[in-house]
């Protein structure tokens, strides 16, 4: 059985990021999976203050900061996959789920406490809803963001909706924000399988190993390539 | 037996881009993959030129455009996983890179014509070499663009590199390209066994009946919570 | 004489942020201007609540939350040119600079108010800091929505350091910071002189009258080039 | 006298792309400016091959690479301002648009060899035009390019539209085209009377006199400041 967590950031509850987030959410439930939905605006989540820049080792779980995000961290550490749902605020997402991204670096950088990131291998989907443009943007560097921190993306983990008027009159969003739903739950359920761990640590000896064989490969290829290419060059250089 | 191919998007066959590429493709192999790389910069692939915004069927597999792209396609359906590596061009791929993004279209296009996009469910990663900025913003829109054809987005999928100097004498960075091949490899081995689609479009109908259900949920939100925030705002237009 | 102000989103007025915006905002006095550091980790700024998806017009200055943001917002009225400067948090800025952003439609939607976003022909600079990357991410996301708002960004008004270690060590860094503070203030006097609106809604009409003409050009391009794309296309499609 | 150029990234000269390009520059044309269109689908334009990374001097106009990229070159040179106007492939810009950015590193990097970036002053605009989504994702990105080479973002510099359909039925959608011509020709006359430069390697010898000064600041700011972090993190550290 696994655990779909949502996690909303816009403060209207009744609007269309809510209302895509739901379906996503009856989409998991459709193929079994338990789910969540946190409404962040009644959270108090305060803002990250970058300890680690300070002390690469002071940012862990449960963070230094003592407020509701100890909450979100253990619904987080719970679930198997989390959809963000946010409305786009200036191309990207709303303050509280940025500072919900912020404080996420507490389970991330346990790969250096623990030699783990404690989200490696959770699936997570994004959903943005504004009234103009921007959702690509907000949705690439969620992207870079949950993938960099350890989370899969699984295939069309994305839905959007970027124009006034309701949203449960357009199908065809509807069906793509279901899709996420079934996306992260299908991932979620073929990774619960898999019992080792994603970034291995130990490849490191194996790396410095290697590195003679990679070496002389590419300089066998700088001799044929280079050759040419210098060519071109240095007789611009002459000139 | 999962097969990674790794699109090497450098002219430099000996630089800092290839010889993490060759690193990632070294670590599939370790976990039993088949692997190969193509040199984009030996193909003759020529632009998209956009058909789809004449005739939205006329983009498909093979395209219309008679080049090299052909085989590339080719390699991409036998492949479960690829990895794009990419010098730093302007915070963005290299031309070539991007010419094949764009003829991708073809195969990820097909979900209007065959009803699956070609591309569903395979497994990419993303590497990114320059001597300066801009990996982020390259990585995270190859993350957007990748996803919405229906490529999986693996846990820690991206390797850079962003200073001068041999790559080869920064081992964290070769570890980081080590596990893009081993994250991309595990992957496509966890997901062989599925043999499902992963974008529904038979949803559509299901989509349709709840619709109401999540009607009247926001409806009831909206009850609470709007005449809190209606409050405030009417306030103020009121002065 | 032009006014300069400099929005510190660091927490740490003793890190690498603080140190770059201070020397921008040393060369911009170098030119003659007054200029202001405000410490926004020292002021109360809440969440935008997205009042405009209710109802438009209901954004506006001083907009209906009552914090440390109307001072905020005072200043930047008062400014001829602003530099951000903030720390990268996974590939974007802090959650008191993003909340400042989200604030600022209340000066931008003036347009809908007044005819005109009070930021108008603002000039601004962005500053960003980090240990790792991500800062091409999150300069390009703040100049767009800087630029919609209605900011200029004069020539290289971009200065990054994305490295471990002082960057009152690194000549380079610090040499880009000081020509961001030098062309903010030099287009901010140039802009001084320019007395009339930049975005002019009255060019409706026009557009409106020379729609026919480009109409009439477009369909004789259609004629041309049209033909020779749909041979290309039209022949696939029967294949 | 000021000189627009619009450069037209699509290969439908009959299609939205180029009737925003047409309308912009017309604006620009009613504000006394000569314009001009490039229609870079006729023009033979070869992907940058990264010399720079061999040899950091060797990139220089007009580039080792003998086609058609010496006359946008030339005409670059001339214009006072240039919109960008490009369909969205992929969340970015279509291929030709991609290798002219790429080329034009041969005149940024004129800072190197010359000591000032060739584009330095110059004005930019951008025009976007899709079916569907990414418009600032493929703005923010050029943004950050252009003024990383030097040029000048005016006020409301961009205009995309993402739907089907023709674009001459959207009178807002063509208004802000309007206003980009608008906007980037009042720039380009108000900059055509500074005679100086913006990037001042000069500044380099004031900057290393200023550090000192910075130094001794922020370490006072860090004698208040840091004792009361430290207090927190070293507090969670002994637990």
Redesign the interface.
């Known amino acids: 059985m696994v655990r779909i967590l949502g996690l909303n950031g816009?403060?209207?509850?009744?609007?269309n990021t809510?209302?895509l987030l739901?379906?996503a959410l009856?989409?998991a439930k459709?193929l079994g999976a338990t789910t969540e939905i946190i409404n962040l605006?009644e959270y108090d989540i305060k803002?990250?203050?970058?300890?680690?820049?300070?002390?690469p080792?002071?940012c862990?779980y449960p963070c230094?900061i003592n407020d509701d995000m100890k909450r979100i961290y253990d619904e987080i550490l719970k679930a198997n996959g989390v959809i963000f749902a946010t409305?786009i605020?200036?191309?990207?997402p709303?303050?509280?789920i940025?500072?919900v991204?912020?404080r996420l670096?507490a389970l991330e950088n346990m790969i250096f406490v623990s030699g783990r990131s404690w989200v490696?291998?959770k699936v997570a989907g994004v959903i943005a809803v504004g009234?103009d443009?921007?959702?690509?943007?907000l949705?690439?560097?969620m992207?870079?963001?949950l993938?960099?921190m350890?989370?899969?993306?699984?295939?069309?983990?994305?839905s959007?909706f970027?124009m006034r008027g309701d949203v449960?009159n357009d199908?065809e969003t509807?069906?793509e924000a279901?899709?996420v739903g079934?996306?992260v739950t299908?991932?979620a359920k073929?990774?619960s399988?898999?019992k080792?761990v994603?970034?291995?640590?130990k490849?490191?000896e194996?790396?410095?190993k290697?590195?003679d064989?990679?070496?002389r490969?590419?300089?066998e290829?700088?001799e044929k390539?280079?050759r040419e290419?210098?060519k071109?060059?240095t007789?611009?250089?002459r000139e």
């Open positions: 816009s403060p209207r509850t009744y609007g809510y209302k739901k379906i009856e989409a459709k605006y803002d990250c203050i970058g300890c680690l820049s300070d002390e080792l002071a862990r230094v409305p605020y200036w191309f990207s709303s303050g509280v940025k500072r991204i912020d670096t490696e291998g009234n443009s921007g959702e690509i943007q949705i690439s560097l992207y870079a963001t993938n960099s350890g989370f899969i993306i699984p295939p069309f983990a994305l959007f970027n449960l199908d509807l069906l279901a899709n079934r996306s299908l991932m073929l990774v399988e898999f080792g994603w970034f291995d640590v490849l490191r194996w790396v410095s290697i590195k064989e990679i070496k490969v590419t300089e290829n700088k390539v280079f290419r210098s071109i060059i007789k611009l250089m």
